[in-house]
């Protein structure tokens, strides 16, 4: 009989084991980060009978799983597999089977290289069978785009025999140098295979009717050549041969043609000419051959750098032609020594571009090309693109006889300062090369519709919608008459507010999708007035945002009859899901799905209703489910990090607290494992403009690349707090402290707090803020600052070396919001500068910041740290040589992350101090020691 003693004595013992198993787990540490898996690549075949996706550890290897989508839980598992396809007939998985990492990593230890170390493999899965063919060295595959059979197999290069002793005098013949390896092509089954020597490069007509394949030079001879593979006789036929190099091969998309380009100048020629071929695949005839003289474009020639792409319909080829190689007397000088010739830069005030982004720009320049088009059936070339206008947008599909051509030459040298410059807007006849202006100066990017009646943009400076009608020639403001705003309501910056983006349009152009911050609206260009919200308001009176799921990755336009599936967030919550509606908008959306995760990686059977999709939350790692479009249930079909278990995780909570100014603003507070109010914890803060969206997002366990990894510290009993920021124009810092210090009060009152042990992290535009703050307040024991500006005066006019750029637009226009430039606002630069208030500073801080740092001036660490070190308080700097604004090694990034917890543990725990901190690490003992130990 269970007595009520019983019961009690069951709890107790069950409280108590619930309690051990508790104990049982433990900590994250920094050896579980290489072991820690991502998923990527889900893919599903056409008909939905099998999907698969590759597990990746963060270093290690990785494994491909298959499965039936009949039967998800049994799974066919390829170890070590990288870039895996299904193919176009939906009857095979192919992919690559990488070395063993280990093996790799023992014989790079051994000094060995380039040839001695295992190639790559390749698989085969049959996978109405299970079975798997595997074929070793490797070097790449292909197969057809959209339809065929086939696979092409190139492989590396055959391993050196060693010589037969028997036969010692025989002398063998040297085989010839050449670039070229072995190429197989071969049914899938198997039952049909070529085999062609010395192929440098192949590819498969996209509907898989013919391969070309390219044979190298050998040693001493002029034998490379062309050939094309009809895969439905297996006749190999010769296109053309005896050329320096062959280039740009494309098939037409029916596979009427076959196009390249070739020169038989010299590889070292500074001035190569260049032909474009275009060989006729049904006639077997090579009749196109396009020379120089052919060009349209003034002292131009055929180049071998623009892209070649046909139209749809096969009647025109379009290809780039660049500018003659302009010699100078002082290059070709050969009186001159390479240690004579002068090297400098000369920076002009006439200049569109500074002499930083022209030198980051120059390999891009001295490839430049400019469009033109050949007609297949008058056989006439057509120059689309010239030094005036020099960009020419193509379609994915090329199916229009025009496309959008624009220039921002004229607005080009305020870039440094004005990153968002109009461009003139022209559209360009393809028949006559014709280039007829839509609009000076215009502000947006534009696109052109599917059908080609209109070219479209959202234009930042009205902060509305637009269509230039190509019939009337008549420009239509879309957006204009609906009763709510299309920019960026949360903008807070000096620059132009961006859109929320368009989702397409209807069939034949009927009307074109934009959304507004919540809803969806169908607006007919020919009548704005009467635009429809098919959302039917429903996103903006409950506070979520509705997108469209496009469910076909080919999709040219939108079929009206087809059930709209869109994405649902709520803003405030963060549920996230799916909806239902139809393109009539005569009814509100119906929930599918909706609850409190993040749905991402909508992936839909082409040809079923069969999809995948990722979904996660703090706990529950991203992890891929099979559903329909009902999306009644969900079969979870992965399993990642299963060791995640054995973990002390935490969890989330949402915080909403008002910032001094009053506004709302929300914020995300982690939490250790059994947090318990009544208790004391240490705190970190970490911040970036806005975060809360991101409530239900996973955060993986992974080194260090600049900022603190939360789940790292939640698992180590670290409270860490994410609060949201507002800024206001001018007041970059005040509106940081505004926003962070209400935040961390609130977290404060509600319990759980060791208000002694609280520290601030950030990167970047965050290490700014950090620095900023410790001038202000003295709440926080530790702080780390990660590529901090210190000193906008001097970072005003400094370098962004990545991209070439002057940094005056980020002060001016952008992150950095000041909203003027130096002499206009120079007490805000100052008063925004932690530099000039470092002598405020009681906070101990760890700086990172890098030697090649292509954001933030390195130099803007090294202030920050010399004004501390002068003024006598503790700082630290770490400098990863080589690297640049976010660590990108590995090693290194491992490494940073020791040293920030080592860091945060000495100032919120109270554990030893490593020595690196307490006795520095002198230049002499750099790469001899990294001084982890903590000291006694």
Known sequence: MFTKQNLSIFLIFF?????????????????????????????????????????????????????????????T?????????????????????????????????????????PKDSLFLMNLASGQIEKLARVKSFAIPSEKGSWIAIQFEKEEDKKKEEADSTAKEEKPKKTDGTKLLVRTLDGRESWEFDRVKAFGFAPNGD?????????????????????????????????????????????S??????????????KKPLHTLYVYDVKKKDLGIQLEKSGVKFPNGRISPDGSVRFSEDESRLFFGVADEYKAYAYESDTTILDEERVSLDIWGWQDEEIQPMQLKNKANEQKKTYMAVLDLNRLEVTQLATHEVDNVILENKINKDFALAWTDSPYRRSYSWDIQ????????????????????????????SPAGKYVYWYDGRDSAWVAFDMASKAKINLTTAIPVPFYEELHDSP?????????????????????????????????????????????RSSLITFRREALKSDEQ????????????????????????????????????????????????????????????????????????????????????NPQQAGVKWGSVELVDYLANDGTPLQGLLFKPEGFDRSKKYPMMVYFYERNSDGLHNYRAPAPSRSTINIPFFVSNDYLVFVPDIKYELGLPGPSAFNCIIPGVQTVIAKGGVDTDNMAIQGQSWGGYQVAYLITQTNMFKAAGAGAPVVNMTSAYGGIRWGTGMSRMFQYEQT??????????????????????MMDRVQTPVLIMHNDEDGAVPWYQGIEMFMAMKRLNKPAWLLQYNGEDHNLTQRKNAKDLSIRLSQFFDHYLKGAPAPLWMTEGLPAVEKGRTLKYELAD
């Open 15 to 75: 409280l108590l084991w619930q309690n051990g198993f508790a104990q049982q787990k433990r900590s994250l540490n920094h050896s579980d980060y290489d072991g820690w898996e991502s998923l990527s690549s889900e893919k599903i075949t056409k008909n939905g009978k099998f999907a698969g996706y590759q597990i990746s550890p963060q270093d290690g290897d990785g494994r491909l799983e298959i499965f039936s989508t009949s039967s998800p839980g049994k799974k």
């Open 77 to 117: 598992v390829v170890y070590r597999s990288s870039g895996f396809s299904f193919t176009p007939d939906d009857a095979f998985a192919v992919g690559k089977i990488l070395p063993q990492k280990d093996s790799v990593k023992l014989l790079k230890l051994q000094k060995k290289k380039g040839d001695d170390l």
């Open 210 to 254: 013919f391969l070309q394949y390219t044979l190298a030079e050998e040693e001493k001879e002029d034998n490379a050549a062309v050939y094309l593979l009809d895969l439905a006789t297996g006749q190999s036929r010769l296109i053309h041969e005896k050329m320096t190099t062959y280039s740009n091969l494309v098939f037409s998309p029916q």
């Open 256 to 269: 009427s043609y076959l196009s390249f380009i070739a020169t038989d100048d010299s590889l070292k020629a």
């Open 421 to 448: 410059i109009g461009r003139d807007l022209y559209w360009v006849d393809f028949k006559t090369g014709n280039q007829t202006l839509i609009e000076k100066n215009a502000s947006g990017f534009p696109r052109v």
């Open 495 to 539: 620059s132009l507010p961006g859109s929320y983006g368009s989702e397409g349009w209807i069939e034949g152009d009927a009307a074109i999708l934009i959304n507004d911050r919540y809803d969806i609206w169908k607006i007919d260009p020919i009548n704005p007035s009467a635009a429809v919200n098919l959302t039917q308001g429903q996103g």
């Open 557 to 640: 336009f939108i079929d009206p009859k087809e059930t709209l599936i869109l994405s649902a967030f709520h803003e405030k919550t963060k549920e996230n899901g799916f909806f239902s509606t139809t393109y009539e908008g005569k009814s509100a959306p119906k929930p599918l799905l909706m609850s409190s995760h993040r749905y991402y990686g909508l992936t839909k059977a082409k040809e079923s209703t069969q999809v995948l999709v990722r979904r996660s939350s703090y706990q529950d790692n991203p992890d891929v489910y099979l559903t329909d479009l009902s999306f009644k249930n969900l079969n979870k079909v992965s399993n990642l």
């Open 815 to 836: 992150q950095s919001r000041i909203g003027g430039t130096l002499w206009e606002k120079p007490m805000y630069y100052l008063e925004n500068s932690p530099l000039f």
